[in-house]
Nanobody, 123 residues
Framework: EVQLQASGGGLVQAGGSLRLSCAVS????????IGWFRQAPGKEREGVSC????????SYADSVKGRFTISRDNDKNTVYLQMNSLKPDDTAVYYC????????????????WGKGTQVTVSS
């Protein structure tokens, strides 16, 4: 059974930091790109960041560039999202998802999804 377990969310003040983790099991981890997505109340789910399966290349939404950093540890089957300089607009449920041999993590093209973790940034 494929499982993606997101953790690390919480309540933080604006300007603070959080590190999210996505622990993956049940698949060959290094064959999958892993993406982070988020959904705020009343809004559609959107892509935040992606790390590819092949060369570890990364991409970010414009809204988080320079503040968020994605990384992967293939030995631990885990992907991290370091979030710095958090803003109230970053408040959302954050999800991780896997794309087989992917590099772009398209919202409609992910193969597996995990349950989300809530991030709340207070002003």
């Amino acid at each position: 059974e494929v499982q993606l377990q997101a953790s690390g969310g919480g309540l933080v003040q604006a300007g603070g930091s959080l590190r999210l983790s996505c622990a993956v099991s049940g698949l060959t981890f290094d064959e999958y790109a892993i993406g982070w997505f988020r959904q705020a109340p009343g809004k559609e789910r959107e892509g935040v960041s992606c790390i590819s399966s092949s060369d570890g290349s990364t991409s970010y939404a414009d809204s988080v560039k320079g503040r968020f950093t994605i990384s992967r540890d293939n030995d631990k089957n885990t992907v991290y999202l370091q979030m710095n300089s958090l803003k109230p607009d970053d408040t959302a449920v954050y999800y991780c998802a896997a794309e087989w041999y992917g590099s772009r993590c398209p919202l409609s093209g992910m193969d597996y999804w995990g349950k989300g973790t809530q991030v709340t940034v207070s002003s």
